[in-house]
């Protein structure tokens, strides 16, 4: 048995692959290694984990998650799924690459994911070749949903925000600007707490100018200030995978093609591509 999993700041997806390759799907929350630590990640997993799993029975691990961008960050994640199979050959590796695997299978090109976070890279077919750091939640993820999320509660906090959607921002939250304030300065999670605001740009229906504003401006944001800097990009076709990409697909194709690239893969999720790139490589392996 092997388990693929790709983690993103909020969610992480599973598949389980049984030795005739029957897929048993499940959910956990998501893992970063830069707000959580091996001893939380385990207690996560023990409870969150189908119960009927045979942990003994797992021979290997392949897990791509968002934080791991170094040896140290990786450890971390690896010795927490070590923790919860311990029988198993553990490999950690960057979400980042799952995208790209997922994406583009074997073949070369540009790969970016726009979910809780940003990320994007040019990959060779088989790893990343070349990657602009996005700098994270604080500093940059533009196009993200911690990037959108944080520009609709600035625009609350400062009353910028047109009435109609401020009013109906308070009826589904209940939060006032101070407990805004708490949970992004005082509480953990920060950058996932900014990113699930991005669900109600999505949902808004009392003022779909001012929202589809927030995500131009974010997707601009990408754009200008990391896929255009990758060189020859226009070269490229634009993949991507993530939640606030694929809900947003419409807008992103529309700032694509004022970049002047062509638009091939937007998914939700790498998982089931992401599967099909393991089974054909262990199959490749086998032969």
């Known amino acids: 048995m092997i388990i693929i999993a790709d983690g993103g700041s909020t969610k992480t997806n599973w598949c389980l692959l049984d030795d005739n390759n029957k897929k048993i799907y499940f959910n956990t929350e998501g893992y970063n290694p830069y707000f959580v630590d091996s001893e939380y990640i385990i207690a996560s997993l023990k409870k969150g984990l189908p119960k009927d799993i045979p942990f003994e029975n797992v021979a290997e691990v392949n897990y791509y998650g968002a934080g791991v961008h170094n040896k140290d960050k990786a450890a971390i994640v690896e010795t927490a799924i070590k923790g919860v199979f311990p029988g198993a050959k553990v490999e950690v590796g960057h979400d980042l690459l799952a995208a790209a695997r997922a994406l583009l299978g ?165 998982i089931d591509d992401l599967v099909q790139f393991h089974i054909k490589r262990a199959n490749s392996v086998a032969s």
């Open 106 to 270: 074997t073949e070369s090109g540009f790969a970016a994911i726009l979910g809780t976070g940003t990320n994007s890279c040019i990959y060779d077919g088989n790893d990343i070749t070349h990657n602009i750091d996005s700098a994270a939640y604080i500093l940059g993820d533009e196009g993200s949903g911690s990037y959108i999320g944080k520009k609709l509660l600035v625009d609350f906090i400062r009353g910028l925000m047109p009435s109609d959607v401020a009013e109906l921002f308070y009826e589904t939250y209940k939060l006032t600007p101070d407990e805004i304030m708490d949970n992004v300065y005082t509480k953990p999670l920060a950058n996932r707490f900014c990113a699930s605001f991005s669900k109600f740009v999505y949902d808004n229906n009392v003022n779909l100018e001012y929202t589809r504003s927030i995500v131009e401006t974010a997707f601009e944001a990408f754009f200008a200030n990391l896929v255009s800097k990758y060189p020859d990009y226009q070269s490229y076709t634009f993949n991507c995978i993530g939640s606030v990409g694929y809900n947003f697909r419409n807008v992103l194709e529309d700032k694509a093609a004022q970049y002047g690239m062509k638009v091939g893969r937007i998914l939700r999720s790498p």
